[in-house]
């Protein structure tokens, strides 16, 4: 034997023995009675549903023997993020099958680089069937109930902005995340409170209506169009539905595309139950026209992106895949915006943010100061004041901050609206006065205007003043 291995040694090429050998290997091998399902972290642009349902029910099965895990945690979280590491197995058992797991990690193609990650899934062959259609699913569920128990919400922005011009790649879809910590919820937001029930239960029945989008043969997704002055709390708003729905956010700042193929690779990647957030929808179409023009003279004038480009891409993109997606645009200026947006079926609501009132003055008091409109002197006055003044929400909440007790910080918000406007009635008069064609009884209605609005402070002021007496 040994003599017959050493001639054919030296007489067959050592390659074609090593192909002879492994045919000889298969050919005589008994077949293995293991099915494997590879499990990659992605399908193509899109990540891979299968996956990630893995990765998050494989962090409660692991065993003991595990000899390497990963360890991470959040601030915001209560309890540590296991997972598994590299070539680490879980053993896990579902009715009569033994399944085994196994986390993969390769290094991807150059010239791009980067880990490719998957799962290797192996049973007997003969549970095939089972596997697929109950224990997978049964994965998912727990894998649902998981996230349920433990949502972080996470606040995804795009990784790569113009800077990295060669790296197609990532050029496509690639979203960072940080946890998302704004404390805005619904109970801290001073809005109007019919105009807050009402996004409330908009968005409750968004939620229970999976039923019936399908019946109709709608996407299940849903459209804001939310707009103000700065600083009335549209972000905010936006941070609160997402607190509320346990929704993520993508916050697409559309500068940082380029084309429409990168937004549709980007919208692409991402997921279910999530707010596509897309803030200064009038200034983002121009700059980003702009910037194109001048960042490649030699492309025609129409390659940039502009909003009808976004608006096609997100209506059909919004159309075929994906559920339970919220978009929201903000706008500072609604009537700058395309009226393309507007049109009926866009936008399914258009929530006006508007100047603080005297409900969101209230609201406001309780949540920062911890007081009520009760027995206290400056209310009255202020709400006064908020009547004839416009002033945010946010710089009601500054002045509000300014102290920690109460009548020195509503002393201050009372001084503030009152350079507010008078600063406006100065305005106004300039306004009247400076301008030749607006004739004399206009600028004595503005100046009547502005007197009766001091006269009413007075007055209040007087009424406060003679109660602080009794
Ligand atoms: N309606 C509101 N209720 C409670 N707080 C508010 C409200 N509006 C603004 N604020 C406070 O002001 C800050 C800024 O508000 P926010 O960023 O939500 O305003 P915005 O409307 O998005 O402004 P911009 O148009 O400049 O983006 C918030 O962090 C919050 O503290
Ligand atoms: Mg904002």
Not at 47 to 53: F, I, L
Not at 98 to 120: A, I, M, N, S, Y
Not at 168 to 195: K, V, Y
Request: proline residues 4%; hydrophobic residues 35%.
């Amino acid at each position: 034997m040994m003599l017959v291995r050493s001639v054919a040694n030296e007489l067959i090429p050592h390659q074609l023995r090593s192909y002879l050998y492994s045919a000889f290997r298969y050919f005589f091998t008994p077949l293995s009675p293991d099915l494997t399902l590879a499990i990659d972290e992605r399908c193509g642009m899109s990540k891979n549903q299968v996956y990630e349902a893995a990765e998050v029910y494989l962090s409660t099965r692991i065993s003991p023997k595990t000899e390497r895990l990963k360890l991470s945690k959040t601030r915001k979280q209560k309890h540590f993020t296991i997972g598994l590491e590299k070539g680490e197995l879980v053993v896990d058992g579902f009715e009569d099958v033994r399944l085994t797991w196994r986390f993969v990690c390769t290094e991807g193609q150059k010239p791009h680089g980067g880990e490719k990650k998957h799962f290797e899934l192996s049973f007997n062959k003969k549970h095939k069937d089972k596997v697929l259609d109950f224990y997978l699913p049964y994965v998912f569920l727990k894998a649902e109930e998981i996230k349920k128990q433990d949502k972080m919400i996470k606040l995804y922005s795009r990784q790569c902005p113009f800077s990295c011009e060669d790296d197609n790649e990532r050029r496509g879809g690639s979203w960072g995340s940080i946890i998302l910590e704004h404390p805005a919820t619904f109970d801290t937001l001073a809005m109007d409170p019919a105009l807050k029930k009402m996004i409330i239960d908009d968005l409750e029945m968004f939620l229970r209506r999976k039923a019936y989008y399908k019946k109709v043969g709608k996407a299940w997704k849903r459209g804001y169009l939310l707009y103000g002055p700065p600083g009335t709390g549209k972000s905010s708003l936006v941070a609160a539905m997402a607190n509320y729905l346990k929704f993520d956010i993508y916050d697409l700042g559309l500068t940082s595309v380029r084309s429409d193929a990168e937004l549709r690779r980007t919208l692409l990647s991402t997921t279910n139950r999530s707010i596509l957030l897309i803030e200064d929808i009038d200034c983002s179409s121009e700059v980003l026209e702009r910037q194109m023009r001048n960042k490649n003279k030699k492309l025609p004038d129409k390659t940039g992106l502009t909003l009808s480009g976004i608006l096609n891409c997100i209506d059909g993109l919004w159309s075929s895949c994906g559920d339970e997606r919220i978009i929201v645009f903000t706008t500072n200026y609604k009537d700058r915006i395309d009226p393309a947006l507007l049109r009926p079926g866009r936008m399914d609501l258009h929530i006006n943010m508007s100047y603080c009132t005297t409900d969101g003055f209230r609201l406001l008091a309780s949540n920062y100061l911890g007081i009520s409109s009760k027995h206290n002197p400056f209310f009255a006055e202020i709400d006064s004041l908020l009547n004839s003044t416009e002033a945010t929400p946010a710089e009601a909440a500054e002045e509000l901050m300014k102290s920690d007790d109460p009548n020195i910080a509503l002393q201050g918000l009372v001084n503030f609206l009152k350079r507010k406007r008078d600063e406006a009635d100065d305005e106004t008069e300039n306004k009247a006065t400076g301008c030749g064609e607006v004739d004399s009884s206009v600028r004595r209605l503005n100046a009547i205007v502005s007197r009766v609005k001091r006269l009413k402070t007075n007055v209040d002021r007087r009424k406060i003043m003679m109660r602080k007496r009794k």
